[in-house]
């Protein structure tokens, strides 16, 4: 049996590691108030994602996708790539950023080994952008998904919550946009968390809404790869780009499940509304405590529950998203 399957025989080939749970947006469905530090105990250190992640490539995972809070926000953030794409197995090295900061650093990245690049992109519209994240920074983000396309990177994908009343119109004007640009933006639902729930009955949509005015413009299903993320990706024939719908609240939506999760602190989450972590940070201090971290992960696997519990309302340990990189 594969090291890295779970009691419902689903594999995992992609680990979400996030390096920092602060952000420098205000966004309203996630950190309206900016982020508040809690008491300290430290991020992983590069020594220790060398680690970390010699392990899990070692029990057969080939995906990393580094996220935050704002990953950008860490300045070893080169040094952590490279370290990363120099771990035997790793093929696949993604972050998740709001895009800031891309003009300046996105090439440094990409020469360390970055392959893929998701940027939070929430409207297309530089007023409401605004609104949404507390930050008039649109400009800069567009001109850095333009030198993730000059650069040739082959998976660039924009990430927009759906929000009713806010974002939820704007369909047309992305296809419009990735008519020739050969990008993928995927509309994420808006996800209940421990601190958002009056912002949650205000403005949750379901995602589903836009399947009819896909199917009804054209678009068709694509096949999933095997360590793709959580969308169901769309295509169309005169369109360069792709349309993903990533609908946690959808029919099992977590047969799927490809993924586990390291926080910044080093704990391993099976779920992202588990209620639980695991600590792996004892075992990340010394080469020689490889053995005992490649058990504690393989054995902590069989408590992966068969799916979340946001139909009930259990938000588990997750009070907002940036604490753990969505």
Known sequence: MNPLTDGFGRRFPYLRLSLTEACNFRCTYCLPDGYQAGPVRGFLQVEEIRRLVSAFATLGMHKIRLTGGEPSLRKDLEEIIATVAAVPGIRNIAITTNGTVLPRRLPGWHRAGLTALNVSLDSLNRERFKRITGHDRHAEILEGIEIAQQLGMPAIKLNAVLLRDANDDELPQWMEFIRDRPV????????????????????????EVLLDQLQAAGWSLCPRAPDAGPAQEYAHPDHRGRIGIIAPYSKDFCRGCNRLRVTATGDLRLCLFGDFGIALRPLLQHDTDRDALLARITTQLGLKAAGHGLHQGQTGLTPHLASIGG
Not at 189 to 200: C, I, P, S, W
């Open 184 to 207: 993928s933006v995927r509309f994420i639902e808006l996800m209940r968390t421990g601190d958002n729930q009056a912002y949650f009955e205000r403005h949750h949509l379901r995602a």
